[in-house]
T-cell receptor
Framework: AQSVTQPDIHITVSEGASLELRCNYSYGATPYLFWYVQSPGQGLQLLLKYFSGDTLVQGIKGFEAEFKRSQSSFNLRKPSVHWSDAAEYFCAVGVNTGFQKLVFGTGTRLLVSP | DAGITQSPRHKVTETGTPVTLRCHQTENHRYMYWYRQDPGHGLRLIHYSYGVKDTDKGEVSDGYSVSRSKTEDFLLTLESATSSQTSVYFC?????????????FGSGTQLSVL
């Protein structure tokens, strides 16, 4: 079955430090991969997506992610974290079982310390 | 931002009562989804729709039903609410073509079943 694993429930990063959020997926076919961000009390906003081509994808707010097929991973990175990046981050894989839909990971809550 | 409105934003109800959540869109998008979000589970798909009167079950559909009598409205009904259905419910929409490429989420409905 398709699944997404985000092994870190919480991560605390100092403001200005670099960030990497881990995501591993399980899907038999070529994956469509996504990262979404959710600020408190808000819906989800798409940060970036990978469909094909260059395995390093750039997103909004200075985020990037790298698709590594050999590791079944799609880790999210940011070189310098800002206090406004504190939020919950969800990795998702797009699956096609006759209909395209997203399967989400359990999320990683990012805390930013001064 | 995509025109998605979820109503109500917050609801408290008692076990055994029926509850209907509404998702209204102004984008004329074909695809609509209902997800629930719970700590430790991320977002899980309840039901989805691929057109008027065309709906299907997602991974956690037990205890829920949906209806879509017109393009702009997708209703989620809990026939007899239970405490396990206390959750945040998100509606999402996407257009024709590749449905996952542009998936937009509403702001959510916080439902508490006492």
């Amino acid at each position: 079955a398709q699944s997404v694993t985000q092994p870190d429930i919480h991560i605390t990063v100092s403001e200005g430090a670099s960030l990497e959020l881990r995501c591993n997926y399980s899907y038999g076919a070529t994956p469509y991969l996504f990262w979404y961000v959710q600020s408190p009390g808000q819906g989800l906003q798409l940060l970036l997506k990978y469909f094909s081509g260059d395995t390093l994808v750039q997103g909004i707010k200075g985020f990037e992610a790298e698709f590594k097929r050999s590791q079944s991973s799609f880790n999210l990175r940011k070189p310098s974290v800002h206090w406004s990046d504190a939020a919950e981050y969800f990795c998702a894989v797009g699956v096609n079982t006759g209909f395209q839909k997203l399967v989400f990971g359990t999320g990683t809550r990012l805390l930013v310390s001064p | 931002d995509a025109g998605i409105t979820q109503s109500p934003r917050h609801k408290v109800t008692e076990t055994g009562t029926p509850v209907t959540l509404r998702c209204h869109q102004t984008e004329n998008h074909r695809y609509m989804y209902w997800y629930r979000q719970d700590p430790g589970h991320g977002l899980r798909l309840i039901h989805y729709s691929y057109g008027v009167k065309d709906t299907d079950k997602g991974e956690v559909s037990d205890g829920y039903s949906v209806s879509r009598s017109k393009t702009e409205d997708f209703l989620l009904t809990l026939e007899s609410a239970t405490s396990s259905q206390t959750s945040v419910y998100f509606c999402a929409i996407s257009g024709d073509g590749a449905p996952l490429e542009k998936l937009f989420f509403g702001s959510g409905t916080q439902l508490s079943v006492l």
